[in-house]
Nanobody, 116 residues
Framework: QVQLVESGGGLVQPGGSLRLSCAAS????????MSWYRQGPGKERELVAS????????NYADSVKGRFTISRDNAKNTVYLQMTSLKPEDTAVYYC?????????WGQGTQVTVSS
């Protein structure tokens, strides 16, 4: 059974930091591109960052470049999103996604709220 379980969300003040984790099981994690998406209130889901299976290629949305860092640990079947200098506009439900060819899996999401 495929599972992607996000954790690490919560309430944080502007300028603060959070580290999200996504633990994967039920598929060959090291063969998949892993991505983080987010969906803010009243907004469409958008790509935040992605990392290929080897970690050798990483992409970020312009809105998070320099503030967020995606990484993965294939030995632990986990992908991370380190978020710093958080802004109110980063408030969203954050989802991880695994992709390989035409196959994709999604997690259930974790809420991140940036507010004073």
């Amino acid at each position: 059974q495929v599972q992607l379980v996000e954790s690490g969300g919560g309430l944080v003040q502007p300028g603060g930091s959070l580290r999200l984790s996504c633990a994967a099981s039920g598929f060959t994690f090291s063969s998949y591109v892993m991505s983080w998406y987010r969906q803010g209130p009243g907004k469409e889901r958008e790509l935040v960052a992605s990392i290929v299976n080897t970690g050798g290629s990483i992409n970020y949305a312009d809105s998070v470049k320099g503030r967020f860092t995606i990484s993965r640990d294939n030995a632990k079947n986990t992908v991370y999103l380190q978020m710093t200098s958080l802004k109110p506009e980063d408030t969203a439900v954050y989802y991880c996604k695994a992709t390989r060819l035409w196959v994709e899996y999604w997690g259930q999401g974790t809420q991140v709220t940036v507010s004073s």
